[in-house]
């Protein structure tokens, strides 16, 4: 009997070991499979001429730089005055962007190490290298103040050609083609790009026209990256003060419609039991039981010197952990372009997150700037819904994206924002579901992830609650002081009144007998 216990004992132990060996074993898994994330992720060194202040591609360097970081690449950012002979070695993707024909300082050194440089090279704009010419077999010619139309995997657009805009042709067979820029007027019909997965071309990269992301589909091929785009819809916005009623019509509406959606809410850092915070979450509770997703926002930026500033990670993971202790679970987090190049706010601003959006700079304020900026494992490249529907039909069957885009909705915007839903809910396309994917957000309380539809909090599956709870207006804002001595008070209150009131009585009376004897002598004296 004593052996067949020691038998079962000895199987217990084996059984636990096992256990213990698969855990590990799936651990070091999924720890290698994060760090072989993020030692895959391209890193591309992005060389420009200008900011081109004041001309048609003002602001197209950022937007480029947004552009690859929703491609999932981590992006160093140079100009050609700034660039060192050599640069290049340490990467094995070089993009040149020349936003003016003119010859600027240090272009000949940018052009001499690129026509030895044997790695991938993309070339946006005027003079291209020899060497990228002849292996494209293109030709480049200019068409300034034409107006084109621009298509591509049934996108379009029409634009003006500026000086600095080239139209191309390749005679080689090999070589891939990216879009069609076509008019009749002038006898157009020419390729937007050329891509032979070594070198690739351009004709252009605008911030205000359909190139702004449609260099994408060539970006990913020449990047090599074989994970198809989904598209995605985020309110943002959203305020603990913006109207709560509204917002949980237009999760309604979005829910009914079949589309799964997103919501960037702006984060509160103090005053967590005031009803406005408990209302807040409970609105945000609702929003996800609608299949909404929670985003947190950034939290905006006044100075860079500034309390705020110092107390950043405590501050943001204050949030997330008064949401956790709702049951609401966020997900990741939207930030302006110029948090992802700044070595501040991604240490304690966006450390917690594995999943982020990143949106055009609306007000710089960087604190530590560096000249690379970095992706996460999840990035999304974001452009506003009006800007979108410039381009593409509601009717339109999207086959492919080259990257995962979000449309953007501004809820504050209330005169649009019900057109936008109904030009939503009448579109034709697939919605991807944001919590479908794996994401993670970790504080030093909390664990927040999400895999296949199935939000969890500390391992624990948070349960989806559809009926909204109404929270109370009554609180004190100010706690009441301990009145021990009310009484005494209240007591030497009354005494001080009647005092005041018999001295009163005793002045009105000294007054009226003062007046009478005055008014006697006087009277004595007439007569």
Do not use: C
Not at 242 to 271: C, H, M, Q, W
Not at 326 to 342: K, N, R
Not at 353 to 382: A, H
């Amino acid at each position: 009997m004593m052996e067949g216990r020691r038998n079962e004992a000895n199987g217990m132990k084996h059984l636990v070991l096992r256990i213990v060996i698969i855990v590990i074993g799936l651990s070091v898994l999924w720890t290698n499979q994060s760090v072989n994330a993020k030692q895959n992720r391209q890193n591309v060194l992005l060389v420009y001429d200008s900011y081109a202040t004041g001309t048609s591609k003002e602001g197209n360097v950022d937007s480029l730089k947004r552009l690859l970081g929703g491609l999932g690449v981590n992006v160093t950012v140079v100009d050609f005055e700034n660039y060192e002979h050599g640069d290049v070695v340490d990467f094995a993707y070089v993009i040149i962007l020349r936003n003016q024909s003119a010859q600027t300082a240090g272009v000949d050194i940018v052009m001499r190490d690129i026509e030895q440089y044997q790695g991938k090279y993309l070339h946006i704009g005027t003079n291209p290298s020899q060497q990228l010419v002849n292996t494209l077999q293109m030709t480049v010619q200019s068409k300034q103040s034409t107006t084109v139309n621009i298509a591509i995997d049934g996108f379009n657009d029409s634009l003006l050609l500026s000086k600095e805009d080239v139209i191309i042709e390749s005679s080689s067979e090999t070589v891939h083609s990216y879009g069609i820029l076509e008019s009749e007027l002038d006898g157009i019909f020419a390729p937007y790009g050329l891509n032979n997965d070594k070198y690739a071309f351009l004709s252009f990269y605008n911030d205000s026209d359909i190139s702004e992301w449609a260099a994408g589909y060539i970006l990913k091929d020449w990047l090599n990256i074989v994970d198809q785009g989904k598209l995605h819809v985020m309110l943002t916005e959203v305020y603990p003060f913006s109207d709560l009623n509204k917002l949980r019509e237009i999760s309604d509406t979005l829910y009914e419609a079949g589309i799964p959606f997103l919501v960037s809410t702006k984060p509160i850092f103090n005053n967590f039991d005031f009803p406005a915070a408990k209302r807040y979450a409970e609105t945000l509770k609702y929003i996800q039981s609608r299949n909404g997703t929670i985003i947190v926002d950034a939290p905006a930026v006044s100075s860079t010197i500034s309390a705020d500033i110092s107390i950043l990670r405590s501050n943001i993971a204050s949030y997330i952990d008064f949401l956790a202790s709702h049951e609401v679970a966020p997900l990741g987090a939207t930030a302006e372009m110029y948090w992802f190049q700044d070595q501040y706010y991604m240490s304690e601003g966006l450390a917690f997150y594995d999943s982020t959006i990143m949106l055009p700079n609306i007000k710089v304020m960087s604190n530590q700037p560096t000249n690379t900026i970095t992706t996460f494992d999840s990035s999304l490249y974001s452009i506003s819904l009006d800007k979108w529907k410039e381009y593409a039909s509601p009717s339109q069957l999207i086959n492919d994206l080259p990257l995962n885009i979000v449309l953007t909705l501004d809820i504050e915007e209330l005169e649009e924002i019900d057109e936008q839903l109904r030009w939503l809910s009448g579109a034709w396309y697939q919605f991807h579901d944001f919590k479908s994917s794996a994401h993670r957000i970790t504080t030093e309380k909390n664990m927040i992830t999400s895999s296949q539809g199935i939000l969890q909090i500390n391992d624990a599956v948070v349960a989806m609650h559809q009926n909204y709870t109404d929270i109370t207006s009554d609180y004190t804002y100010v706690e009441e002081q301990e009145a021990s001595l009310e009484t005494f008070f209240t007591f030497q209150n009354k005494i001080f009144i009647i005092l005041i009131i018999v001295i009163l009585i005793i002045f009105m009376f000294l007054l009226f007998i003062g007046y009478r004897m005055y008014r006697k002598k006087y009277v004595r004296e007439g007569e």
